[in-house]
């Protein structure tokens, strides 16, 4: 019986001693520190598709172009903000405005959905038909509601041209068709990469026919080229 006494006494013994073995180790391991990956500002995973518009950090870049015109620029200076549609679909829609570095015109307003995924719209329009034939007035565009909207402020002709009754200033080119492309968004952080393109047409060329009593259907009007991109943009949300 102390036989059996003693061997259980010593198995005790090293239990507790491997314990305490155990225990001093534990403490002495260093706590490893995990270090998240650098951001990435390159954005090269973006750069590959057909608009060869390059995606660069936190700047809005802006192509306006036919064929015989480009006007090319870009900026780190912008404004946004978050509004939520709360009577229809209730989307939360991101409004982005920027213009030239040291001008105020050329000026863009852009309009995309806080959502991964591309969405293309077309310009919904209504005919007006008169004695002297008929035309078309643009509304909104339509065909996929999750597409969003652009406007392109050309310069200052419209402070003059489009400056409405009720105070607001009206764009100078509308969109025919508009693609844009939300290929990234993270929201704790409020970044935002996107890539749209599409035609605009030239509203003020259309509207101030609409004036002079000779009214022209918007397919009528002056066309150009858009192309707009920019990568990790800083999302205000108040």
Not at 111 to 130: A, C, D, P, Q, R
Not at 170 to 195: H, I, K, N, S
Request: net charge negative.
């Amino acid at each position: 019986m102390k036989k059996y006494a003693r061997i259980l006494g010593f198995v005790v013994l090293a239990a507790c001693v491997a314990s305490m073995v155990f225990s001093a180790c534990r403490k002495e391991m260093p706590e490893v520190e995990v270090v998240p990956p650098p951001p990435d500002t390159t954005y090269n995973r973006y750069n590959d598709d057909s608009t060869a518009l390059e995606i660069l950090p936190d700047t809005i870049q802006v192509v306006f172009y036919d064929s015989s015109t480009v006007k090319e620029w870009k900026t780190t200076s912008y404004t946004t903000r978050i509004v939520r549609d709360t009577t229809t679909n209730h989307f939360e829609w991101i409004y982005i405005e920027a213009n030239m570095p040291d001008s105020t015109y050329p000026r863009i307003e852009l309009k995309v959905l806080n959502e991964i995924g591309t969405h293309t719209g077309v310009m919904n329009v209504s005919t007006v038909v008169t004695p002297a034939g008929s035309y078309t007035i643009p509304l909104s565009l339509g065909g996929d509601e999750k597409c969003g909207n652009l406007f392109y402020y050309s310069n200052d002709s419209v402070m003059f041209d489009l400056h409405m009754p009720d105070g607001t200033v009206r764009a100078d080119w509308w969109p025919l068709e508009f693609t844009t492309e939300v290929l990234f968004y993270d929201v704790r952080e409020g970044r935002l990469t996107v890539r749209c393109s599409g035609r605009m047409f030239d509203y003020k060329q259309w509207f101030l026919a609409q004036t002079a009593g000779t009214p022209i259907s918007i397919d009528a009007a002056r066309v150009r080229n858009v192309k707009v991109s920019f990568g990790g943009l800083k999302i205000n949300r108040d």
